[in-house]
């Protein structure tokens, strides 16, 4: 059945995807880069030549000064805390590659709902069967006590007291465990970890020699929640974690945190350039990855492009007025056709303000919204919206941890995130957000009619969990 609102002609609209639009990529500010390092001899054979294992000296610097500059911190980013990747994506793999043991690393944490493409780079390092989900929570955006009592279960069975595949030099530090989230703006859910429970979560990391690997990728793209309050009058995130490890007293060498950061949301995906910021000791090691070694920082070209942009001040004024405004408008044009449209219709937009924040702040990519409970599973939301509507969006069973068994259940339990539609303001303009939203709410109409004939919504659609 159509929508009743629109011809049954129509092109598909895709509010799952989670990538920036076209007409949003930093492309005068790349060509501009490129063109620098390519006209010149002295440049571009540096950066046509194999690159320096950690990355580009001068891009290593420029990030450095740039984190410096939009993160509120006590001790500032330095280039010996960063190694340039080729997205977080690549350096997820490579952290693991350098200090994971498939069988000394006890567990993997993974907060739920998840980034659910996270999944397949820690199973193929080895960790098939041992990803274990973490709920979040309405207050401070995790549940540390289970987190807590999942890492004391943990630590009771465990057998094995050393590294057994990876030893010596090559590996000075392997750790027990690693922990896996978005902290701010997360993806899917939107939640913002408070400070207290950041600061909670890395004495927890030392307690139990895990590392915390965050995305914060999001970060830089926020505005106020609120359309009518002054586009400054944003409350800043809290700190990032790795800040938050470096201030706490006992910080070691090796550090329990690192910051994957990327420039796909700010440039483009396709510039696959990226960066870790940990401890110095980390990123020497973080270096000597073995496909570095042979063939180089694998993004090295780009880097220098991207080095150009951060030096000439292009990014930030990119994204404080290119980025910012575009993405502020395509949130607010999203929240006024969902008030509109779907609230009135039992959704409910499920939000996450950190306890400390003074303004109430929104950002990132995603919307989070849940379905009434008179409507069945949200993945038989999205396979009707999909199979006779032209549109998709994200849903609740996407985001489980694989292989956790529990994650599932507490997805499927009452008021459990299999309940929940993701929606990006990222890719679309302005008339087909609308027009995503008006086919959201048509499909619920829809589905509540055939309910209410008695049909059985579920075997007559096609359900893909990915």
């Not at 805390?81 to 000394?104: E, H, M, Q």
């Not at 400390?356 to 990132?364: K, N, P």
């Not at 994200?394 to 008021?415: C, I, L, N, P, Q």
Request: glycine share 8%; aromatic share 10%; charged share 20%.
């Amino acid at each position: 059945m159509g929508s009743i609102s629109e011809g049954p002609a129509r092109a598909l609209i895709n509010l799952q995807l989670g990538w920036p639009s076209p007409r949003l990529f930093a492309k005068e500010g790349l060509l501009k880069g490129a063109q620098e390092v390519l006209t010149s001899d002295k440049e571009s054979a540096a950066a046509l030549i194999y690159g320096p294992h950690a990355g580009h000296p001068p891009l290593r610097e420029s990030i450095a000064e740039w984190l410096s500059s939009v993160y509120t911190s006590s001790q500032p980013t330095t280039k010996e805390r960063i190694c340039v990747t080729n997205g977080a994506s690549g350096n997820l793999a490579n952290v693991l590659l350098k200090f994971s043991d498939p069988i000394y690393t006890r567990k993997i944490f993974m907060v739920e709902p998840t980034y659910f493409l996270a999944c397949p780079i820690f199973e193929d390092n080895g960790f098939q069967g041992r990803l274990r989900g973490v709920p979040e929570d309405d207050k401070e955006g995790l549940d540390l006590e289970f987190l807590r009592r999942e890492l004391e279960t943990a630590e009771a069975v465990a057998t094995e007291t050393a590294p057994t595949i990876k030893t010596g030099r090559t590996y000075p530090k392997v750790y027990k465990y690693f922990i896996y989230l978005v902290p701010t703006f997360s993806n899917p859910s939107g939640k913002t970890l408070s400070l207290s429970m950041r600061q909670d979560l890395v004495a927890l990391a030392r307690q139990y020699d895990a590392l915390i690997v965050s995305d914060d990728v999001y970060d830089f793209l926020q505005w106020p929640e609120d359309s009518s309050a002054p586009h400054d009058s944003v409350s800043q995130v809290p700190p990032r974690l790795v800040d938050i490890d470096r201030a706490m007293p006992g910080y070691t060498k090796w550090g329990n945190t690192l910051s994957n950061g990327s420039f796909s949301k700010v440039i483009g995906p396709g510039v696959r350039v990226g960066w870790a910021d940990c401890s110095p000791a980390m990123v020497l090691e973080l270096a000597e990855v073995g496909s570095s070694s042979s063939g180089g920082q694998p993004a090295h070209l780009t880097s220098t492009f991207v080095d150009k942009m951060l030096r000439s001040g292009y990014m930030q004024e990119f994204i404080s007025n290119t980025l910012i405004p575009a993405y502020r408008k395509r949130y607010y044009f999203l929240m006024k056709a969902i008030n509109e449209l779907l609230v009135p219709l039992g959704m409910k937009v499920e939000v996450n303000r950190p306890a400390d924040a003074t303004t109430a702040t929104a950002g990132g990519f995603f919307t989070y919204l849940s379905l009434p409970e008179d409507l069945p599973a949200a993945k038989i939301v999205a396979a009707v919206a999909f199979q006779d509507y032209q549109l998709r969006v994200a849903f609740g069973h996407m985001f489980t941890v694989t292989g956790d068994h529990g994650s599932t259940s507490r997805a499927e339990e009452k008021g459990g995130f299999a309940r929940c539609i993701r929606l990006c303001w990222a890719w679309h303009e302005e008339d087909e957000i609308q027009s995503g939203v008006q086919r959201l709410a048509d499909v619920i109409i829809d589905i509540r009619g055939r309910m209410k004939r008695g049909e059985d919504i579920g075997s007559n659609v096609s359900i893909g969990i990915r």
